[in-house]
């Protein structure tokens, strides 16, 4: 079975300081991994993706994330985080053959301070 | 371009009463899903369509939930009978096809109130 792991439901920065999401993941067969965003009273924002080619995979707004197979994870992070970063995070996995359905995590609020 | 609607973006309703919530896709978008988004459970997968028809609908609470799809386009999910803990934000998303590398785009969503 597949599962999604987000560590740590609210995560609070400094603006300019290092923002740092935690997703570990458990998949039986090649996963396919995403990052979400959702801002208040709106839908989900796909940030980025991973599908099997580069294990980095860079995103919109200044974000990354890098597949890291060995430790089952799937990291969130932004160099230098910006006030609009203030958000709420999904992780989310699927797997070919399962109809691209999304298993997600429980999500981590980022709130950014000044 | 016209992205993922939801329509309404708010229902409250009485204890038992029936609820229909609808989503456009996407135009061009075979897939189309539903997802439940609650305080208590989090974001979870209701039903998947491609075209008209369901191939996977495990993630459906009870019988109480059904949806269908027409013409490959619209899709309506209706609760009948409606519980307090069908309280909960109703996300559609919709994407080309399959294989699993093709993204999902969601819609506002519909938050259903049952009192």
């Known amino acids: 079975a597949q599962s999604v792991t987000q560590l740590g439901s609210h995560v609070s920065v400094s603006e300019g300081a290092l923002v740092l999401l935690r997703c570990n993941y458990s998949?039986?067969?090649?996963?396919?991994l995403f990052w979400y965003v959702q801002y208040p009273n709106q839908g989900l924002q796909l940030l980025l993706k991973?599908?099997?080619?580069?294990?980095l995979v860079k995103g919109i707004n200044g974000f990354e994330a890098e597949f890291k197979k060995s430790e089952t994870s799937f990291h969130l992070t932004k160099p230098s985080a910006h006030m609009s970063d203030a958000a709420e995070y999904f992780c989310?996995?699927?797997?070919?053959?399962?109809?691209?359905?999304?298993?997600f995590g429980a999500g981590t609020r980022l709130a950014v301070h000044s | 371009g016209a992205g993922v609607s939801q329509s309404p973006s708010n229902k409250v309703t009485e204890k038992g009463k029936d609820v229909e919530l609808r989503c456009d896709p996407i135009?061009?978008?075979?897939?189309l899903y539903w997802y439940r988004q609650s305080l208590g459970q989090g974001l979870e997968f209701l039903i998947y369509?491609?075209?008209?028809?369901?191939?996977?609908k495990s993630g459906l609470p009870s019988d109480r939930f059904s949806a269908e799809r027409t013409g490959g386009s619209v899709s309506t999910l209706t609760i009948q009978r409606t519980q307090q803990e069908d309280s909960a934000v109703y996300l559609c998303?919709?994407?080309?096809?399959?294989?699993?590398?093709?993204?999902?785009?969601f819609g506002p969503g519909t938050r259903l109130t049952v009192t």
């Open positions: 998303a919709s994407s080309l096809r399959e294989p699993s590398s093709y993204e999902q785009y």
């Open positions: 998949s039986s067969v090649p996963p396919y």
């Open positions: 991973y599908t099997s080619a580069a294990t």
């Open positions: 989310a996995v699927s797997f070919s053959g399962g109809y691209n359905k999304l298993i």
């Open positions: 135009s061009g978008h075979t897939a």
């Open positions: 369509f491609q075209g008209n028809s369901a191939p996977d």
